[in-house]
DNA sequence: CTGTTAGCGCATTCAA
DNA sequence: TTGAATGCGCTAACAG
């Protein structure tokens, strides 16, 4: 019974004298892990108040240097970690900022997730990650995690129905990555259709002209916008695109899609394909087939993944500012906050086409210094 | 002044008859957001207690369907999101998990992410993400993690200062994964020493005799491991390990390394990898120079990333069940919090030697189910 | 089947 | 510079 609080239903509630917790016994002498210390006990141990704790350990208010350094004795004696439920309940805060991703495979993913717990952790704040792929009920797992943190950044093509995002804002922040912006929904993304469109001329500047997108333009944003700025590039050549080849853009599309090409079914001089595994794939299939990439028929992609440095030829891509990407999502999260006001236009980063080998041009030697267009 | 509790300071102790909340104001008409519903909020506008609403929310206790009804109408219309922090303080648990990696580059630690997060998911956890890389104060971090969380997983790579884990656990559980067990301390990990022997033997059996070990036996447990088991082959065979080429396993080191071997300064007919990463780079170098590999020197790895199915000659490499790994954690850590004894022993899973034509092998196709070997 | 009530551990006025 | 008291929103006995 020594921590002695809020309990006197005895008495009547006049602020009756309530011992000062007596020296009776004086604590357990030294070491011992107490697995449940708490603010009182640190106070008690301290022979302090639990307001003293508080006030050195959040550095707030003032406390003599005598007193503060007890208190730091206390909590190292009794391993002190504070329950960080208690202090969010007090201050209304979880710290905690919430990063829902489809999944984890590829370097984009990653570079996302890294970018956003950088600037989250500088920011003070802890990222709870939620992965749908695989979930049975998102949008449950996403109302459960709302109740753990003060905002919430989706990236677009998670399959996170736009319902729950209309729910959650309005109750906590939320910003959309790489997603159609939405009515009072913040976006931040990066560029697509022009980069795309910069990267579709570059191939018909090879002398293509039989162009095929390959990638599902209704399968996510980015890639819709990738699409768009295909068309457009064409188009301006006087050239009527084809039909997009709607694949997934998982590794294992690209065999498929290679032994439509080899058969015939599908005929083009060039791919643009929705990113770089797709290409990658693509682009191995065919020179086991004995085709010549870029000879027969040029192939490009989009992410830069560390592959794309590592094949012959090099493989022409467009490298995105993934990590940047992130690291504004955490940004914009923390300060919506903090009060700031949602952003109407979206935030939109510039990209940069990367030129190597499988688009055309002239081998250069794998894994360096990317060569810069744009 | 709705939500009508804990109010009585001018009354004397007694319980008083506190007019249950009287049908003032029917509350507003319909719609909108109210920003900060409660389980008080909800109660009153189901016209039950906060016992009731508490009920079918956590599902627990009996309620009758109509209540139940009543209750589920007035959460939907107050849009009304659980305080997780109140919850967690009156459970007195977090229903979270914590996990410390260092990074996020290349496919091991996503996979290992993805793992973790589903098990977690599944067992009802959410999980907060800490990345030490980068951070100044990683302690202080690993304390604030603490905080939020109810147990913790450490890669044993990330750099975590034992003292930290050594003073979180006893507080909180821990467990290391792929990392060196240390007292007291429960860990996780793959197989490294038997594999990388059968592995290092592999590549004897090819007739190389001057094998060098890449890599920092010192940098990591896990490498330690394999580094013992590549000895351990080479003296089987009556050879002497020359000393390990000591880098860290970032992709630029591969670079560094084959400069030394083109140069002469380190003599080899084989490369025993800590990682893929660096076998490949290094694999690419050397052929960018013109050596022939697998017919000059051969090259293995460790870990059967993407890449290594796509370079000709396909890599040679262990692959180990990082995802299953980061399940494995995440289950423990549940099972501990639940009560459940730290299990002496470390968990170790097995690894699988996949065959393909950097060992001297001849080559396969690219891209195809990997020949396994063990 | 439902309501009352007492904390969970912490931050924070308000006094002293 | 310090302490006493109050409440954050929710769960869980305990009554009824």
Same mark, same amino acid.
């Given at each position: *019974? ?8 005895? %008495?009547?509630?006049?602020? +009756? ?34 307001? !003293? ?18 208190? =730091? ?37 990653? #570079? ?14 802890? @990222?709870?990650?939620? $992965? ?27 399959? *996170? ?34 980069? +795309? ?29 990738? &699409? ?38 599908? !005929? ?9 595994? $797709?290409?990658?794939?693509? *682009?191995? &299939? $065919? ?5 010549? @990439?870029?000879?027969?028929? %040029? ?6 993944? *560390?592959?794309?440095?590592? @094949? ?17 999502? %955490? #940004? ?9 006001? =949602? $952003? ?31």
């Amino acid at each position: *019974m020594a921590t002695a609080r809020k309990q006197n239903p005895d %008495a009547t509630s006049t602020p +009756a004298v309530s011992g000062h917790s007596a020296p009776s016994a004086p604590s357990a002498p030294s070491a011992a892990h107490h697995p449940g210390a708490t603010i009182y006990s640190v106070a008690e141990r301290a022979g302090v108040s639990i307001a !003293t704790v508080s006030r050195v350990l959040q550095g707030a208010g003032t406390v003599s240097a005598k007193t503060t350094q007890k208190v =730091l004795d206390a909590v190292d004696e009794l391993d002190y970690v504070p329950l960080g439920a208690a202090r969010s309940l007090a201050v209304r805060h979880h710290e905690a900022h919430g990063l829902v991703l489809p999944e984890l495979t590829g370097p984009y993913y990653s #570079e996302l997730l890294m970018g956003f717990e950088s600037r989250a952790a500088e920011l003070g704040q802890s @990222v709870t990650l939620l $992965l749908t792929d695989g979930k049975a009920d998102i949008a449950r797992a996403v109302r459960q995690l709302a109740t753990h943190v003060d905002a919430i950044a989706v990236l677009g093509s998670a399959a *996170m129905p736009p319902a729950v995002a209309k729910a959650l804002h309005g109750k906590k922040p939320v910003v959309i990555i790489a997603g159609s912006p939405q009515e009072g929904i913040e976006s931040v993304g990066a560029e697509n259709a022009h980069s +795309a469109q910069k990267l579709t001329e570059h191939v018909l500047g090879h002398g293509r002209r039989s162009l095929v997108f390959v990638g599902d333009p209704d399968g996510a944003p980015d890639i819709h916008d990738r &699409h768009a700025g295909f068309v457009a590039a064409l188009r301006a050549a006087g050239l009527e695109p084809a039909e997009p080849v709607r694949v997934p853009f998982r590794e294992g599309e690209g065999e498929a899609v290679a032994e439509r090409i080899l058969s015939g079914d599908i !005929t083009a001089d060039a791919l643009v394909c929705a990113n770089d595994e $797709l290409a990658l794939s693509i *682009m191995s &299939h $065919l020179q086991d087939a004995g085709r010549d @990439v870029p000879g027969d028929i %040029a192939v490009v992609g989009w992410d830069d993944v *560390m592959t794309s440095r590592y @094949v012959r030829p090099g493989m022409t891509t467009v490298r995105q500012p993934v990590r940047e990407l992130g690291e504004l999502a %955490a #940004e914009r999260l923390h300060q919506r906050v903090h009060g700031a006001e =949602l $952003l109407a236009a979206p935030r939109v980063l510039p990209t940069q086409v990367i030129i190597r080998g499988s688009c055309g041009c002239a081998a250069q030697p794998r894994a360096t210094p990317p060569t810069r267009a744009t």
